[in-house]
C-alpha cells in the first residue's frame, strides 16, 4: 500500500521560509510526477509545482508563486521538498502533497494527509 507522509508545515511570519518534505514508501515501481497542490476553506484546490518524470524531467509551478517557491526531488529516496521563501499571508492553506505513479496496487495518483502552513504576524 502507497504512503504520502508530509512534514514541514507551521507558523511562519510574512517574508519568512519553510520547506516542506514528503516522503513516498510502498510498493512502487515508478513515480510519473509529484508535488503540491494547497486549499484554502471555502476555495478550490489548487496546483502549487508539481515535478515530473519521462523522458526530460520538468518542473512547473503555479504563477503565484514563482521565485519564491522551488520544487526538488530525491529519486532514491521517492522524497520530494518544497523550499518556500518570502511567503505572504496568502500562501496560508493546506498543503497537501501528491503522486502520480505506478505501484503494485496500480496506476493512478495517491495523497498525502495535508500539511498546514500559516503566514501571519
Known amino acids: 500500500q502507497v504512503q504520502l507522509v508530509e512534514s514541514g508545515g507551521g507558523l511562519v511570519q510574512p517574508g519568512g521560509s519553510l520547506r516542506l518534505s514528503c516522503a513516498a514508501s510502498?510498493?512502487?515501481?515508478?513515480?510519473?510526477?509529484m508535488g503540491w497542490y494547497r486549499q484554502v476553506i471555502g476555495k478550490q484546490r489548487e496546483l502549487v509545482a508539481a515535478?515530473?518524470?519521462?523522458?526530460?524531467?520538468?518542473?512547473n509551478y503555479a504563477d503565484s508563486v514563482k521565485g519564491r517557491f522551488t520544487l526538488s526531488r530525491d529519486n532514491a529516496k521517492n522524497t520530494v521538498y518544497l523550499q518556500m521563501n518570502s511567503l505572504k499571508p496568502e500562501d496560508t492553506a493546506v498543503y497537501y502533497c501528491?503522486?502520480?505513479?505506478?505501484?503494485?496496487?496500480?496506476?493512478?495518483?495517491?495523497w498525502g494527509q495535508g500539511t498546514q502552513v500559516t503566514v501571519s504576524s
Open positions: 515535478i515530473t518524470s519521462g523522458g526530460s524531467t520538468r518542473t
Open positions: 501528491y503522486a502520480d505513479l505506478h505501484a503494485r496496487d496500480g496506476i493512478g495518483y495517491h
Open positions: 510502498g510498493s512502487i515501481f515508478s513515480i510519473r510526477a
